[in-house]
């Protein structure tokens, strides 16, 4: 038995929400957007689109991820229903232009034309470590290859983070000790259990009054890490 489009008359196999291809896709021609966004590039390697930040990732990479949130945050439980088709890339020195089909039963149901302007900008991380804010400063004290090893770790966990205020600075090394402040405690978390993957060290926090801000006491961290002799785990 023959099967006809009840709106084109055209027989056909395969019914979109009974309709045939050609009528199914005519229903969303005119679903054309156009979304416009400003990529902010700081010196210090941060990509900041809104509320997202991230680092250690090529601009193109970033601005992939910006548009599959985009799109997750339009479709919202929708989004896996949809299959997204990337047809049109264009990049200039100061622009990124993707073009992605939203696709549904191999029938495109819109098009998103995405413009990103890419501009320099330093991140609130760097504008608040070059405010001198700091939330604790650790101290290291050993041998050359204790400091030198920890050190190491302290930055590779730093570089590694998306912790907001994520950044550390170097105040005073040399072959057995550092002095290094630290924007959050809650990477200097991260960082202790990286050290403690490998080291077992002396750590001694104390704390020490910052200021009073409208009547809150505001403390900053000094944290105290100090070799102890055989630290180094058996199995290293």
Known sequence: MKKFCPKCGKITKT??????ETCY??????NIHKIC?????????????????????SLNKFIDFSIEKELKKIFKKKYNDYKYVYIQAEQKKEEINKCILVKQNKITIAKYNFRFLI???MCRTCLISKSGYYE????????EKFTKDISSIIEKTTDSSNLENSFIKIKKQNKNLANIEIG???????????ILLRYKPLIKMSYS????DDGKKIYKTTILIKEKQKNLRANN
């Open 119 to 121: 501009k320099n900008k």
């Open 184 to 194: 959050t405690k809650k990477l200097f978390g991260k960082i202790k259990k990286q």
């Open 209 to 212: 009054l910052h200021k009073i």
């Open 15 to 20: 019914f979109y929400c009974s309709l045939c």
């Open 37 to 57: 966004k400003n990529v902010f590039v700081c010196n210090c390697g941060n990509l900041t689109h809104g509320q997202l930040i991230k680092k250690n990732i």
């Open 136 to 143: 604790a400063i650790l101290q290291l004290r050993g041998s």
């Open 25 to 30: 896709s005519k229903k969303f021609k005119t």
